[in-house]
């Protein structure tokens, strides 16, 4: 089975720095998927925050983070991190690990995910003004 595991959320100022991390275990398909992480803040949409495809390219993100937020994948490639920076208050919320097979999917600058991704547990980001 197919798992998504995300770690380093917390609590920080406005302004400062947080990194997260997701493991994936389980995963055995072909080096053609779509690592993501999307969020939800209590009352709001989920909303994709970035996404890296396994056979290159660049990285997307969502206009909210651009400048200030960085994918990037593991050595091990089943890790991926989300180094965020300079963080607002809105971008509170719990964040997602997400895996699917296939290219990464951006339509009209948002991020997409089909049914047939895998969902970590989240991890809870905090920012304080």
């Known amino acids: 089975q197919v798992q998504p595991v995300e770690s380093g959320g917390g609590s920080v100022q406005a302004g400062e720095s947080l990194t997260l991390s997701c493991v994936v275990s389980g995963y055995t398909y072909s080096n053609n998927y779509c690592m993501q992480w999307f969020r939800q803040a209590p009352g709001n949409e989920r909303e994709g925050v970035a996404a890296?495809?396994?056979?290159?390219?660049?990285?997307l993100y969502a206009d909210s983070v651009k400048g200030r937020f960085n994918i990037s994948q593991g050595s091990a490639h089943n890790t991926m991190t989300l180094e965020m920076n300079s963080l607002k208050t809105e971008d509170t919320g719990t964040y997602y690990c997400?895996?699917?097979?296939?290219?990464?999917?951006?339509?009209?600058?948002?991020?997409?995910?089909?049914?047939?991704?895998?969902w970590g547990q989240g991890t809870q980001v905090t920012v304080a003004s």
């Open positions: 890296l495809y396994s056979g290159g390219g660049a990285p």
């Open positions: 997400v895996i699917e097979r296939g290219a990464c999917l951006q339509v009209h600058g948002r991020l997409e995910v089909t049914g047939g991704a895998w």
